[in-house]
């Protein structure tokens, strides 16, 4: 849908900017898609069917007559005759043409050998023929290379950048090179009677990939070339002398770039052929293997060339979509996208909102004009989908719906669909997202598989075939770090590892327990390794852990998944395992001991008190007679602005992407957090709390006598830390150090090791920093005024 209604837009801004046609003679893009108003649609090509440049390229018109009221009862109903006969999104797919490819590629290769299906011919000599067309194909193949390099590419050197010549030629030295190679393995071969030739084709599977980069730029290079073409006279002239030495002109240079596609895709038809005249041959099980490895290696270059332009799409969405902060491509591979209800099952309001459907998650957006509001990100693992057959019984539009349900029973989701074809369509995309991200034999014969974006080319471990594509290209082992197809992952061989990252086959116990502080949902990605997504309270038992690291390996308890994690994701839970008692509503806390906190306030008197601070600077007031109880009131470019807090269904938030449990929470979220994610205008964090100046010399840190360093610790939001709450923190790290022994001892005695016993402080300092900073953030006691301290972490 969403490409559709861009093309669709792209047609509407032609019709303006190039025919002059006003906007009151155009049509609304959902006029066409969902024939909502055939009748515009008609009258607008009738006009460009009148136009000067129309007439001028011999386009019959059709006169744009006044419309009848039957036509238009006619074209008011084609939208109910749509949706009654449910019209589907194939008729926006491109009209399928003439493809002229295979003949360039047959005039250009052509050689002249005998017909292998010749009367009288015996098998050896039909298979002797499809040898000798192999042989012959590929020379006269590397030629045609070597004529582009001789007669384009060194003369075009001296006109073009070196950027446009690798847009044009992408990496076709390359292809030279290996060519070379391969002509020559398919000569000496053919010198022992072409016994060895699958043995060829096998050896050079895995040097023929960079295919791959070549046809998945094909477009990009000849768009370029076209445009060169028309834009710099210099380089057409010197393109139409080259073209002259080439075959006398006969084929221009497009012809000749479309040729190395056409050619790597008929290797496995040439060996099919091969091998049907080939049965009493000893080599013929070889042949089939050559046979699989190239219509594997035809599969790989098309999903390649698939996935860069799925890509392409997902760039478009990227672009679209307001207060997005993560990239898309981290979600998998788009499914469908379109406009649906969403009902909030804590709220009951219907909303009309526009879906993207990824393999991982959904992304539910706000539709403004020609971009979309991002208001929600619905994580795919964390949910279950489950038919709503009651709503099916009402006949009206919007009312065929499903649930998308939370596992641990937070907030859920019911959608709706315009029409029962509507509903089945995304019902079916979203069981297909769903058994790809948890496939029902994720765990067969002992491994752990997850969905899985592979650096270099991997071979699958079950059925030795490539894992197709640039991302997500497959399944990997956690454990034992094999890759797999998803259809393979029941016949994998099984997993021989025990890994560290199952105590109980290990006999270890189990390692400590930490909770999640922030949603992760893969962005950033470790590098090299698989992700564990979780959402804020989840727990998570860790694995590997140094202090010093970025990424952490776990494994989270409710689902058992296991892979890695920023460090700075998750805290220690309390001693006892047990997840964090969920905290207070917003109403109940007292905030009064807070920086930011102003208590009851106007927002006159706000204005006058915030007018004299420096940009950013901020405060919390109340507004006890409004319906809203909270108001954030920032300054921000010479003005004060006022953001209502949101308190609804145990959740506080400015903006529906983005909830939290707490006042507190929200607060500390845009401490860190440009306000821009929720209001376009607004690009600032929550810097300086209004009542700052007035506790700076209460927070100063100061040096104790023995060159040991103390510091004011201060609770998150600035709370100050009483001598009973300093007596609870001493008590905490007693308890909670043997948890984090396991974690951080190594790196605690390799750091205390380096250092006279006379002068070792309290937690150490560098490595020891991080650990106390992790401590600390379990109870909400991070460090502040430490001198160094970012360069220690």
């Not at 009902?343 to 998650?361: A, C, E, G, M, P």
């Not at 920023?566 to 806390?589: H, N, T, Y």
Request: include cysteine.
């Amino acid at each position: 849908m969403f490409l559709c209604l861009k093309n669709i837009r792209t047609f509407l801004k032609v019709c303006h900017d190039k025919f002059g046609l006003r906007n009151s003679e155009l049509f609304d893009p959902f006029d066409l898609f969902d024939v909502r108003d055939f009748g515009k649609v008609i009258s607008a090509v009738s006009r460009l069917s009148l136009h000067n440049l129309a007439q001028n390229k011999g386009i019959r018109p059709f006169p744009s007559e006044e419309t009848t009221e039957n036509d238009e009862d006619v074209y008011r109903s084609l939208e109910e005759l749509a949706d009654e006969h449910g019209v589907g999104e194939d008729i926006y797919d491109c009209v399928p043409c003439e493809d002229d490819g295979d003949d360039i590629y047959e005039d250009i290769i052509r050689v002249e050998v005998q017909q292998p299906m010749k009367v009288g011919m015996t098998e050896d000599d039909k298979r002797n023929c499809c040898l000798l067309e192999i042989q012959e194909t590929e020379a006269k193949y590397y030629r045609t290379l070597e004529d582009i390099e001789k007669n384009y590419m060194a003369p075009l050197r001296l006109v073009l950048s070196p950027t446009d010549m690798a847009a044009i030629f992408i990496n076709l030295e390359e292809l030279i090179k290996v060519h070379h190679s391969f002509l020559r393995a398919i000569d000496v071969s053919m010198m022992a009677g072409g016994g060895s030739l699958a043995k060829v084709f096998l050896d050079f599977k895995e040097r023929l990939l960079i295919y791959g980069e070549y046809c998945s730029h094909m477009e990009h290079a000849q768009n370029t070339l076209n445009q060169l073409l028309a834009s710099k006279e210099d380089f057409r002239q010197k393109v139409e002398e080259c073209t002259l030495k080439v075959q006398d002109g006969k084929f221009k240079l497009q012809d000749l770039l479309v040729v190395p596609m056409q050619r790597v895709l008929k290797y496995h038809l040439l060996l099919k052929e091969l091998l049907s005249h080939s049965t009493d041959r000893p080599e013929r099980q070889q042949l089939k293997e050559a046979l699989e490895a190239m219509q594997d290696l035809a599969m790989y270059i098309n999903e390649v060339k698939r996935d860069k332009e799925t890509l392409k799409k997902i760039s478009e969405f990227q672009s679209s979509i307001e207060n997005l902060q993560v990239k898309l491509e981290e979600f998998g591979r788009p499914k469908i996208d379109g406009e649906l209800k969403v009902r909030s099952i804590v709220n009951h309001t219907k909303q009309d909102r526009y879906l993207f459907l990824f393999d991982k998650v959904v992304i539910v957006c706000k539709r403004r004009g020609y971009s979309y509001e991002l208001k929600e990100i619905i994580e795919l693992l964390f949910h279950k989908m489950t038919d709503d057959p009651m709503n099916n019984k009402d006949v009206k539009k919007w009312s065929y719906g499903f649930y998308l349900i939370h596992l641990q029973g937070k907030q859920g989701f019911q959608f709706f669909c315009k029409t029962e074809d509507m509903k089945r369509k995304w019902m079916e995309q979203f069981e297909m997202a769903m058994s790809n991200i948890k496939p029902d034999k994720a765990n067969a014969n002992h491994h752990s598989f997850q969905m899985y974006t592979f650096d270099k080319t991997t071979n699958c471990k079950a059925c030795r075939m490539f894992l197709r594509g640039t991302f997500y290209q497959g399944y990997l082992c956690t454990k034992c770090g094999v890759g797999a197809h998803k259809e393979c992952l029941e016949v994998t061989p099984p997993c021989k590892i025990s890994s560290p990252a199952d105590p109980e086959a290990s006999g270890a116990g189990p390692g400590p327990k930490m909770v999640a502080v922030q949603n992760y949902l893969g962005n950033p990605a470790p590098p090299g390794k698989p992700v564990l997504t979780f959402q804020t309270g989840d727990v998570i038992e860790l694995l590997r852990g140094d202090p010093e690291s970025q990424w952490w390996e776990g494994r989270l308890v409710q689902t058992r998944k296991s892979g890695y994690f920023p460090s700075s994701s998750v805290k220690p839970c309390p001693v006892d395992g047990r997840p964090p008692i969920s905290r207070p509503l917003s109403r109940e806390m007292d905030y009064t001991a807070y920086p930011w906190f102003a208590g009851n306030m106007e927002r006159q008197q706000t204005d006058n008190l915030l007018k004299s601070h420096p940009s950013g600077t901020y405060l919390i007031r109340e507004r006890p007679a409004e319906a809203e109880r909270f108001a954030i009131s920032i300054k921000f470019n010479d003005e004060v602005k006022h953001i209502k807090v949101v308190e609804k269904d145990s959740w506080v938030h400015i903006t529906e992407a983005k909830k939290f449990e707490s006042l507190l929470e929200l607060v500390e979220y845009y401490q860190c957090h440009s306000l821009k994610e929720s209001f376009k205008q607004l690009d600032t964090t929550l810097k300086y709390p209004y009542k700052a100046r007035e506790r700076t010399a209460s927070r100063a840190s100061s040096r104790s006598p023995g060159g040991l360093v103390s510091f004011d610790v201060c609770r998150r939001g600035g709370r100050p830390v009483t001598a009973r709450s300093r007596t609870g923190l001493a008590d905490f790290l007693g308890r909670v150090a043997p948890a984090m022994k396991s974690v951080s001892s190594s790196a605690t005695q390799r750091g205390n090791a380096r250092q006279p016993s006379s002068l070792q402080q309290p937690v150490g300092v560098g490595r020891g920093f991080r650990v106390l900073h992790v401590i600390c953030a379990a109870i909400s006691l991070p460090l502040v005024a430490c001198p160094g301290y970012a360069a220690c972490t």
